[in-house]
C-alpha cells in the first residue's frame, strides 16, 4: 500500500525565511504528487501538483515543489515566507489504481507558524 | 460555481446515536470521496462513489458506517450506533472525471461524540 512521510510536523519561521517541508513516499510505479494547503478555518486547496514532465513544479503563491524520483520525494520550498502563509500543508500522492481514480494517500501534515 | 458543501460543520452526537453527513459536489462533478481525519493524524481515504455506486469502500470500517451518492441529492455519510472514536473531523472531495483532475474538498463536518 502506498504511505507518505511527512517529516516536520511543526514548523516556525520568521518572516522571509525560507522553508522547506519533506515529503518522502513508498510506491515503485509511477505516482501523481500534490501538495495542498489548509489555512486555518479554511478547506484544503491544492498549491500545486505534479503529473509528468519538468520535476520542478511551479504553484500558487511562490511555492515550488521538485520531485525526486530516485529519492521517492517531492519536497516543498519557497524563498521568503510570509505571515500569511501560516497553515498546514499536506503532501499527498495519488499511485493509481486499476480503476483509474483518485485514491489519495495524505501525509499527516506539518503546521507552519510564520512570525512577523 | 459553487464548491463542495458539507453540512452540517459541526454536528454533536451522543454515543449510540446515528449521525448523518451530508456533501454537494461541484457542479459538473461525478465522483466524490469521503476523507476522515483523526486528531494529529493525516486524512485517511473512507470511500469512493460514483452516481448511484460505491466504487472503493476500502477505507470505510466493516461496520456502523455506509455511504450514498444517490441519483438526486447530496452523497451521504452515515454512521450508525456512534462511539467516541468516531470524533473527527470528515472531509468530502469532488472530482469531475477519473485520472489527473486534483481533488475540491468541502469545509468539512466535525463530529464530537460526547
Known amino acids: 500500500a502506498q504511505s507518505v512521510s511527512q517529516h516536520n510536523h511543526h514548523v516556525i519561521l520568521s518572516e522571509a525565511a525560507s522553508l522547506e517541508l519533506g515529503c518522502n513516499y513508498s510506491y515503485g510505479g509511477t505516482v501523481n504528487l500534490f501538495w495542498y494547503v489548509q489555512y486555518p478555518g479554511q478547506h484544503l486547496q491544492l498549491l500545486l501538483k505534479y503529473f509528468s514532465g519538468d520535476p520542478l513544479v511551479k504553484g500558487i503563491k511562490g511555492f515550488e515543489a521538485e520531485f525526486i524520483k530516485s529519492k521517492f520525494s517531492f519536497n516543498l520550498r519557497k524563498p521568503s515566507v510570509q505571515w500569511s502563509d501560516t497553515a498546514e500543508y499536506f503532501c499527498?500522492?495519488?499511485?493509481?489504481?486499476?480503476?483509474?481514480?483518485?485514491?489519495?494517500?495524505f501525509g499527516t501534515g506539518t503546521k507552519l507558524q510564520v512570525i512577523p | 460555481n459553487a464548491g463542495v458543501m458539507q453540512n452540517p460543520r459541526h454536528l454533536v452526537r451522543r454515543r449510540g446515536q446515528e449521525a448523518r453527513l451530508r456533501c454537494s459536489p461541484m457542479k459538473g462533478h461525478s465522483h466524490v470521496y469521503w476523507y476522515r481525519q483523526l486528531p494529529e493524524e493525516g486524512l485517511k481515504f473512507m470511500v469512493y462513489l460514483q452516481k448511484e455506486n460505491i466504487i472503493d469502500e476500502s477505507g470505510m470500517p466493516k461496520e456502523r458506517f455506509s455511504a450514498e451518492f444517490p441519483k438526486e441529492g447530496p452523497s451521504i455519510l452515515r454512521i450508525q450506533q456512534v462511539v467516541r472514536g468516531d470524533s473527527a473531523a470528515y472531509f468530502c472531495?469532488?472530482?469531475?472525471?477519473?485520472?489527473?483532475?486534483?481533488?475540491?474538498f468541502g469545509n468539512g463536518t466535525r463530529l464530537t461524540v460526547t
Open positions: 499527498a500522492v495519488n499511485a493509481g489504481n486499476s480503476g483509474g481514480y483518485q485514491k489519495v494517500t
Open positions: 472531495a469532488s472530482s469531475p472525471d477519473l485520472g489527473g483532475s486534483p481533488l475540491h
